[in-house]
């Protein structure tokens, strides 16, 4: 065997600095397990269709399961030399049974055998990032059942605008993770194909069968194009795609709890225990993060925009470029799944100052609305309504009062039919409860109801593709 | 009136160059059929509601009917002072039919309607684009079954590597072309919700029925969310992502058009109506649309890029920065719109000169890999077959010959096992036909046969939403 | 001549859609003078070099100029089968002067000529834009004159940190608007330099002068590598790059008039004529300058992002992708100059709630730091001044109860050596002035003087070049 | 001491989950000799001002030498829960020399320190890419005088366009990088600012000396405004702007390379030492390093707009999101670095194959031009000509013959006054010469000599540069 298991053709040895610029093992070696999972299954269908013996397929089997057991077991080195995982792997196997090792390499190329991996560990990785997504929104559901009736100011343009629920937030987020979820479990189902037997970039001469090894790795089925296969990469533009969606959404809610954090605001204290101090102020205590998961943000997007680059204007079939792909999505996953883990418990933890947020909606003319449609319903156009209260606002501002400090006299000089029901009309409980109860049901608690058979659902999809990944993994003697 | 809807609180008009920087009007025209369609369905909702009468809806639906018509006849003029569209057709229809035209507006804001007119408009370009999409497939499904049996090099790293079927080729970018239709499908059921009743962020204190306009409009559902319903844009981005694919996908096909357009490889020509000359060059014929349609991915990506950038951050609910989501968003539906549009009949009128291709086949030792393949099955293992054919490789190189040039002999000092029978495998014909026939079923074959059978679903989801659309433009009196 | 003044060699007309799809004269009659005023020059320099004749030369110069005139008086049309402005201008001048304009593109490309066309257009942009920044930063040196003693807190993660100057903020932007100013210049020498004469890609074989027309056109120089002549678009890169960065900073400076808007802060209020109200909440006044500012951010970075991607792994030389690059910058130019020429009078008018400001510094222990510091001087090392402190803070909290509130005798219980001294270190006015005089000199005013004389270089710079600009127009008998 | 440095106020241990989360000693540990540089200098600045003892300032030198030896040596480890470099090394300090490594902390914050930092090492990078940017260019530079006269066929639309000489092909590239190292040392004055002194957002009460350390750094100034120097990242943005436009004239390189090495144009060869082979195809010998130079643009555009959307609409002055800008500068750092390197063997290694690139300028037409400005000199307006000659070329091609093959009879058919002259005309060897040499002066020539000059003034830039950082880390005992 020369150094390079490719290296027939050539005259002289790759420079040194070319096999460091070159190799992916670095980063590549995150999907270890994959790479065998995979080469058990490609060489169980070699000897399924006579292309290897039983004999050779047992050696095989029992080679890639002593190497996995190593890999756990931190025993193992990779080596630059050795490019890439798939080499690396090859040559322990050789290392290990001698000459039949390189027997595992027939009717496959490192073109699909890296889509094969990739397709792999994102599968995974989808499934726990929506286990992940699943627990913050329990969490959220948790906090809406609890906040039920704190009210708040709701903002437009950061002016406070009307009142709302402290559940009416929460639940908007829930509304976000839930389509996060939903969009992740339909890109699963792209994401679970096989492109493993499109070898180099148009399949091989061997007669092999390229639905068994899909089966055996519980994918729901195969690239039937061959160039596509290995020129594919639109699976993982989609998750980054989602994943830059989900961190903008927590980079909204960041953005709110940093707000809330703050002195002007204060309406929540987040636990000491999630938050840090700064080198020289004594009397600081920074919520840091969410300021970094704002800031990260930044990073997936540059994610995203890096592969959407990498694709562009590149010819069929696979091109080296490929390779570029991989760094950016285990950093985008890593990312999101440590900002969504650390959100849970951070949330769970944090301390809603109720009485700073009923206080704050008391100035601001957060009942202006409900006022006008209650001209309205005296008889006003809308945009008659609207003009009158603008104006009654306007002489409160200059008064520095609020609309029901105005006596009756006062607010008739506006508009004559206002009665003494006005009232009740401007007490802020009212607004926010005759907003709520529409048609006697109300719609926080229809949208909580929802949320939760959402969750649900999800927890079903969840448990089904747990299983089957265990079921994939564990025949190959792999932990999941 | 006063000058501004909203003005009542105001102690001074808007500066003219405010007016101006905020004004949507010139861009958010586009949606004018959309904002009038959503009025209809409102004021029926207003009426069924009772809060206003069967009369002033009457008079609501009538008014609204007539500036449709004048828009349709090119007859009205928009008004940077009026802001927006929202405000300039309330304008018109005040000047049309009187102060009733005040009452349209209740229990709605700007911050849902806008949000409604985007979904609108947004689910009636995706189906449009869905259908030149599926028109794309079917040219290219043409043209794989025309070329089904011409031969050129399949390349990866743009070196000669195995031989195709030029068939498997175009396939691939159908199969492309399928993930992009399937996505929309997928995307349009987040966009077909109606936001319309969220108000401001929270809805109001009039018994409204946010189902019935839900229902008049073809919705399939609502957001439930009130403070979402105004402030999220998730459908807007996935859209764009998704489009960033296709121009993706179309990027690439671009650059092997004008890869094979070039003199060097010359293994297309591009008909003389799809190409444009040099003003100093008289004798250039230029590849200028898969040019302009490469350089157009920056846009759209671009675009995607904007809207990410503008969500960043930002707190609940509705934020003035929304505004600055619908030029990047019409910007893209036109540009994927043109190019999808143009590539159809320039597909269609290319012509391929199948010569130059089955004669690029015969230089590159393309058959290098059946011949290690062959290697394997007189019983070496792969990497040694590797390895040997390595080696004759160079051997042919420093010689200047092609594999089946060297004799039998000289074949046997690599390997001496290698019999008569490698006369056959290195045929090119005989290369491709193995690795395209399996297990007596060509693959080519089946790939085409279920590209058409996907194309076939995905005009059938089309029909099903056009005739919806048709159904809910007509009910009000509009024209898709 | 033919339909098309390129169209000797082609046996078809162009389709109808690739006119469309191929016509820039939508967007690139934007450079309509700049156009005409490099046809002026490059006329001359035929004349000069004797290409042309003189009696020509005039016969040209005159057409230009009434197309010119035509321009400005509003009078001409442009054709989208004439594709872009070049030829536009052409068969507009062959209509006026017949024959003779046929001479005109001699010696030149389109390739050249539209890459003259943006050199000039964006030099004369971005010295607007150098204007624009200038007034920007006098109107914040004049508020931070005018706010040289208002004392508010500074933020560190949104957290109420140390006190401040208000000047001290002011000047932090103008810090950063005149790096973006000094890049600007940089960048305009970059911008400055004439591709004319490259012609296709490699000259011609007239014997021209292409020094004569850049010096006519108040050129730095040319670009003596033709190749590169007709490919770069760095400058338009580099442009779009610092672009974004001034976006960044005025949606930074956004954020704050954002925050600072709200009822929680109530640091500010924008004027009534920089604001707009809501269409349902009567009460509402929103800053929407600075919202819509902090939106635009994004399609700036987008438009950056559009030209990255544009050229990426094109080839020499020119590639028709390039049209694309104007739209982007087009679009870059105008929101960078309606953006920065709006904050001007916006913040003019501003006005500062200086009591809220001062209120606010009172809580949140910013004098903690001083403390610290304080303690360092009565001999503790920094560490356990940090930590004493610290816990000081901490029992504070817990009493509800400021630092200053606390006796001597409890301070002392905390670090033995604190004196009655600490009383005068704990007042917030002789915090701030104690961090302004260092070294008998104030830093604030030091800042404040030598920004004074960075715009005062600036503007000379400005009037440098807006001399040469009128110069080269008038000589033409264009305005600038 | 307590757990963590600023823990005095806390009531809780932070989280592991956060410390985690927080931590950025895993990626700043980068900047080790510039943290412990900063410290050198600051210590010396506090012993000059009087804030420590000569003898105290002694035991800092000393401590802090101790640690950069250690950390050559490789002796030291980082903490998690030390969360950053500074607070790592603090805590070395105070395990070495007691208490009184709490006092280097005096007048100095993270905020301020991690901007020194950063300033300090990127402005070390900047110097060692311009030296590889001068080394790259240098190579070109040879590689065009070598070339000086191979004449290969010039591109537009990738379309054969007229003929060039291969040196002004390198002198394209020279062109690029030059502009790229001019950026980088205007760059490299706003990066050569020293923050330090700025302490959290506001300075210090302590009678610091800003000048002194700046000084003693060989920093060309510092920032007066101290909330811009904790916030301000833009000399990070404007490297990774100026290096993302490096990367895409890299990738510009790199598609001509791949092109060249395909079969299709074998212009050149790359050498055996920078390509790679196949695991499947034993044939292959793929232009790895280009294409990954290519793929990897990707991430340096990632990368910029990772920062653009970081700073996006954060307030003033320091948040913690900025501590994601260290990442994406590191990776871009070393991807520039590492693509620049590479590239200069393989350049200085790839065989011209330079009769294939003469031969190709035979087919294409492209002495048309010459001709048509021929035509112009025989008495043709340009337009005349261009349209004569383009009904030539169409004649040609359908006769399938080269212009130069038609007899001057049939040449006078298109135009009367076409003389015998016109075969030298024709010539492409005439063809090149003519566009070269203008004025009596090689074009190719002077631009050959005027970038040799450039890059002498950038050496010399260089050489001061690289003297100034030896001087500095010296002084305190560090190799640079």
Redesign the interface.
């Known amino acids: 065997?020369?150094a390079?298991?490719?290296?027939?053709?050539?005259?002289?040895?790759?420079?040194a600095?070319?096999e460091?610029?070159?190799a992916s093992i670095t980063f590549d070696n995150t999907m270890v397990y994959e790479d065998i999972l995979g080469s058990h299954a490609h060489a169980a269908m070699l000897a399924k269709c006579g292309?290897i013996t039983a004999a050779e397929n047992e050696q095989l089997q029992q080679g890639l399961q002593q190497i996995s057991k190593k890999v756990t077991e931190g025993k193992i080195t990779f080596q630059i030399a050795d490019?890439d995982i798939?080499?690396n792997i090859e040559r322990m196997l050789h290392e290990s049974i001698g000459?039949?090792?390189?027997?595992?390499?027939?009717?496959?190329?490192?073109?699909d055998q890296v889509a094969l991996d990739i397709h792999l560990y994102l599968r995974k990785q989808i499934v726990e990032i929506v286990e992940l997504l699943t627990q913050l929104q329990n969490t959220l559901l948790t906090m809406a059942k609890e906040h039920r009736h704190v009210i708040l100011?709701?903002?437009?343009?950061?002016?406070?605008?009307?009142?709302?629920y402290l559940a009416?937030?929460w639940?908007?987020y829930?509304?976000?993770l839930q389509?996060d979820s939903?969009?992740l479990q339909?890109i699963w189902l792209?994401v679970n194909q096989s492109p493993l037997g499109a070898?180099?970039?148009?399949?091989?001469?061997?007669?092999?069968?390229r639905h068994y090894v899909a089966e055996q790795l519980g994918f729901d089925g195969i690239?039937?194009?061959?160039?596509?296969a290995?020129?594919?990469r639109?699976f993982i533009?989609?998750f980054l795609?989602s994943s830059?969606?989900t961190m903008?959404h927590l980079?909204?809610l960041?953005?709110?709890l940093?707000?809330w954090?703050?002195?002007?605001?204060n309406f929540i204290t987040l636990?000491?225990?999630?938050?840090?101090?700064?080198?020289?102020?004594?009397?600081?205590?920074?919520?840091?993060?969410p300021?970094?998961a704002?800031?990260?943000?930044?990073?997936v997007?540059?994610?995203?925009?890096?592969?959407?680059?990498?694709?562009?204007?590149?010819?069929?079939?696979?091109?080296?470029?490929?390779?570029?792909d991989k760094?950016?999505l285990f950093d985008t996953i890593k990312t999101l799944r440590?900002?969504l883990?650390?959100y849970i418990?951070l949330l769970a933890t944090l301390k809603v100052n109720s009485a700073n947020m009923r206080a704050?909606v008391n100035?601001?003319?957060?009942n202006?609305?409900?006022?006008?449609?209650?001209l309205?319903r005296c008889g006003a156009?809308?945009?008659?309504a609207?003009?009158?209260?603008?104006?009654?606002?306007?002489h409160c501002?200059a008064k520095k009062c609020r609309l029901e400090d105005l006596s009756l006299t006062e607010m008739q000089k506006f508009y004559p039919a206002i009665s003494e029901e006005v009232r009740q009309v401007l007490s802020i409980e009212n607004?926010?409860a005759?907003?709520?109860v529409?048609?006697h049901l109300s719609?926080v608690d229809?949208?909580l109801a929802?949320r939760e058979q959402q969750v649900q659902k999800d927890e079903a999809w969840l448990a089904a593709k747990q299983g089957l990944l265990v079921a994939v993994y564990t025949k190959f003697g792999l932990a999941k």
């Open positions: 065997m020369s390079k298991l490719w290296a027939g053709r050539f005259s002289k040895p790759t420079d600095s070319v460091q610029y070159n292309i490019e798939h080499m000459d039949v090792a390189g027997k595992l390499h027939t009717a496959r190329s490192r073109n100011p709701g903002y437009t343009h950061l002016q406070r605008a009307q009142p709302i009416q937030h639940l908007a829930v509304a976000m389509r939903t969009r339909e792209r070898c180099a970039l148009t399949g091989t001469t061997f007669t092999t069968d690239y039937l194009n061959t160039l596509d290995v020129s594919d639109d533009i989609e795609a830059a969606i903008m980079s909204r960041s953005e709110e940093i707000l954090s703050s002195q002007e605001f636990d000491d225990a999630f938050c840090t101090g700064s080198s020289i102020m004594p009397q600081k205590k920074n919520p840091d993060v300021e970094l704002r800031g990260k943000t930044g990073r997007y540059g994610a995203l925009f890096t592969l959407l680059t990498l694709l562009k204007g590149l010819p069929l079939a696979y091109n080296k470029d490929l390779q570029e760094e950016p440590d900002t883990a650390i418990p704050a100035d601001g003319y957060l202006a609305t409900v006022l006008a449609e209650y309205v156009t809308f945009r008659v609207h003009e009158v209260v603008g104006k009654m606002v306007a501002v607004t926010v005759a907003c709520d529409k048609n719609v229809t949208d929802q």
